[in-house]
């Protein structure tokens, strides 16, 4: 699943280990999902959604081919 969520982080101005802190989680877990190794749970990506005031399809979209 490919994803912009490096792009709407640093817009904020926000490190990887305050998203994580914001979503409770570690900032490894926001390292493997900005870099594509893994794939939220569906109450996470709510979560991401919510921080970032957009859709879940905002942020991830399926990848491509």
Known sequence: MEN????????????QQHLAELLGV?????ISIEKGRF???LP?????????GCAIEDI???RAG
């Not at 912009?4 to 490190?15: H, N, T």
């Not at 990506?45 to 919510?50: N, P, T």
Request: no cysteine; glycine share 4%; hydrophobic share 40%.
């Open 4 to 15: 912009v969520l490096p792009q709407l982080r640093k817009e904020r101005g926000w490190s």
């Open 26 to 30: 570690s900032r490894q877990t926001v």
């Open 39 to 41: 794939d939220p749970s």
């Open 44 to 52: 996470l990506a709510f979560r991401l959604a919510q921080e970032f």
């Open 60 to 62: 991830f979209a399926p």
